[in-house]
C-alpha cells in the first residue's frame, strides 16, 4: 500500500511538472588558454560576487584589479574596476595602499564554467582553470569518485537519492569506461559504468540498481563537482521510456580518496544499528534477513519509479544508443 501511494502521489505531481532553468557559477580561478600569464579569481557568495584580476599594464608591469558588488539575476554582473597600488612587499613595512577606480567592467556567464569577460574595453571568453587534468568534464575520467545524487522534479516534491562510486578503468568493444558500484556495494553488486559519448558529447551512468531493474542517468558536467540531467529506472530487457526525471549530483569524495591516495571527501558516519549489523571481531557483518529486506525495498523502490516513467512517452534515439552499449558493458563486465 506504501508503494502503490508512492506512485499515485508521483502522477499527481506530474501534471504540474515543469523544468526550471537556472544558472550556478562557478567560484574559483579562470583563465582564457590562449592568453597565458593571466588569470582571474572569481568568488560567489549568495548573489555578491567579488572579482580578481592578475595581469600586466602596458610597461609589461603586474597588476592587480578587482570589483565586487550584486549579481544581476543569475548570469550577469557589471560594476566598476579598482586598481590596487602602493601595496606592502612581504617581509617589508606596511605602506599606505591605495585602490585607484580605472573604469568599467561585466561578465555574462554562459553556465558554470563558461563566460564571457569585458574589462576596461577588452572582451575575452574564459572558462574555469582545471590545473589537474586540462579539461575533466571533456573525458570519461570526469566521473571519478563518489558522487551524491537527487533525482526528482522541482515542482513535485516526491525526491529521491542515489550515491555511486567510481575508481576503475574498464575498456569494453573500444570504449573506455570507469566502473564502479553503488556506495556500501562491491565486487558484482550493484555496479555502475560510467561513459562519455563524443558524438552528442553527454555522459552516460548505468547502475544495476536491482534484481530486475536499471538505472540510467544522461547527464552534462555544469561544474567540477557537479552533473545535472535525466534519469529513468526501467525494466532489465526493455527500452527506455518516458520524459525521466531531472537529477542533479555533486561529488562527495575526489578521485585520490577513492583511490585510497587520501584526497578530499565528505565524513561518512555509519550507525550499526540502523542497519542491524553483527561485529564480529573487527569485521562488520550484515544480517542476511536485513540484506534481503533491503533487496526487496529496493526492488519495490524501483518498479514504483519505473511503472511512473512508462506513461511519460518516448526517450531519443541517442539516449538510447549510449544506453545500449553500457549495457553490453556491463554484461561482459558480468560475466
Not at 556567464?109 to 563566460?115: I, P, V, W
Not at 566521473?143 to 551524491?148: D, I, M, N, Q, V
Not at 556506495?183 to 555502475?192: D, E
Not at 534477513?289 to 516513467?309: E, G, T
Request: one cysteine or more; charged letters at 15%; a positive charge.
Amino acid at each position: 500500500m506504501r508503494f502503490k501511494h508512492f506512485y499515485m502521489v508521483l502522477v499527481f505531481f506530474s501534471l504540474f511538472t515543469g523544468i526550471a532553468r537556472a544558472n550556478s557559477p562557478e567560484s574559483g580561478w579562470w583563465w582564457n588558454p590562449a592568453e597565458g600569464g593571466r588569470g582571474y579569481s572569481i568568488e560567489i557568495q549568495d548573489n555578491q560576487l567579488f572579482f580578481a584580476a592578475y595581469s600586466y599594464d602596458s610597461n609589461k608591469q603586474p597588476v592587480w584589479y578587482y570589483s565586487s558588488g550584486t549579481l544581476t539575476g543569475d548570469s550577469s554582473y557589471s560594476g566598476r574596476v579598482v586598481k590596487a597600488v602602493n601595496g606592502a612587499c612581504f617581509g617589508c613595512s606596511e605602506g599606505a595602499p591605495q585602490s585607484l577606480d580605472v573604469g568599467s567592467m561585466s561578465i555574462n556567464f554562459n553556465g558554470g564554467k563558461d563566460a564571457t569577460l569585458n574589462i576596461l574595453g577588452f572582451t575575452t571568453n574564459i572558462t574555469r582553470f582545471d590545473f589537474v587534468n586540462g579539461d575533466n568534464t571533456n573525458y570519461p575520467n570526469a566521473c571519478y569518485g563518489e558522487w551524491a545524487a537527487t533525482m526528482g522534479n522541482a515542482s513535485f516534491p516526491v525526491y529521491y537519492g542515489e550515491r555511486m562510486r567510481f575508481q576503475n578503468v574498464y575498456n569494453s568493444g573500444g570504449t573506455t569506461y570507469l566502473s564502479g558500484n553503488r556506495a556500501g556495494a562491491s565486487g558484482a553488486n550493484n555496479i555502475a559504468l560510467c561513459s562519455y559519448s563524443p558524438s552528442n558529447k553527454t555522459w552516460g551512468v548505468l547502475v544495476d540498481s536491482s534484481t530486475n531493474y536499471y538505472e540510467y542517468f544522461s547527464f552534462q558536467f555544469t561544474g567540477f563537482n557537479r552533473m545535472e540531467g535525466t534519469t529513468w529506472t526501467f525494466l532489465k530487457g526493455t527500452t527506455l521510456s518516458g520524459n525521466g526525471l531531472n537529477f542533479v549530483a555533486f561529488r562527495t569524495a575526489s578521485k585520490s580518496s577513492v583511490l585510497g591516495q587520501g584526497g578530499p571527501s565528505t565524513t561518512k558516519l555509519i550507525s550499526p544499528k540502523s542497519v542491524a549489523q553483527i561485529r564480529e571481531g573487527s569485521t562488520i557483518v550484515l544480517d542476511p534477513a536485513v540484506v534481503q529486506k533491503i533487496a526487496n525495498l529496493r526492488s519495490a523502490h524501483d518498479k514504483s519509479i519505473a511503472d511512473y516513467m512508462i506513461q511519460n512517452g518516448p526517450v531519443l534515439p541517442t539516449l538510447q544508443t549510449n544506453l545500449s552499449n553500457l549495457q553490453r558493458a556491463m554484461t561482459t563486465m558480468q560475466k
